[in-house]
């Protein structure tokens, strides 16, 4: 089974059933995926497809085959001087020094990138009702909303596609 991930493609073992988040984390590597709950609910393992936040402990890889799926390391591109560039939602996070533990900052992020991605200009109330279905355990909701916020309004295509 071919995927498209972060601009790269994998060939990975086809399973009955097999989810793509254990895919990315046991097979590919791609650890910065979270695994939560594994239910559906906590958010922590949200990665895009097609540019729409999609959680990777419900998603069969049938259902991702040959789509453009987009991780937490293909976030941030490559400006043309060769260095890393953050992604503005990667930025504002680090800006606003957001992490506790960082275990739910991934999927986080992924789930504010989607969503600014497709809503470039949205209110505040929108940004908080687009991210009150991922958790944290630590309690930032503070700072994860001032970071979103911040990064409301700025370029927000994701990065790995374009890039390289
Ligand atoms: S680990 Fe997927 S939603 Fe919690
Ligand atoms: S920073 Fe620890 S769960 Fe969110």
């Known amino acids: 089974m071919d995927l498209h991930i972060n601009g790269t493609d994998y060939t990975v073992a086809e399973g009955s059933g097999r989810l793509l988040v254990y895919t990315l984390r046991d097979e590919l590597g791609l650890t910065g995926t979270k695994i939560g709950c594994a239910a559906g609910f906590c958010g922590a393992c949200t990665v895009m497809v097609e540019g729409v936040a999609r959680r990777s402990c419900l998603t069969p890889l049938a259902e991702v085959e040959g789509k453009s799926i987009t991780t937490i390391e293909g976030l941030a591109r490559r400006a043309e001087d060769g260095a890393w560039l953050l992604h503005p939602v990667q930025q504002a996070f680090v800006d606003a020094q957001v992490p506790q533990c960082g275990w739910c900052m991934s999927g986080q992020i992924m789930t504010a990138a989607a969503y600014l991605g497709q809503n470039p200009a949205p209110t505040e109330e929108e940004l908080v009702a687009a991210m009150a279905e991922n958790y944290c355990r630590c309690g930032c909701y503070h700072r ?12 927000v295509q994701a990065g790995s596609e374009e890039a390289a």
């Not at 994860?144 to 370029?155: L, N, T, Y």
């Open 144 to 155: 994860i909303r001032r970071a979103v916020v911040a990064a409301a309004g700025q370029s």
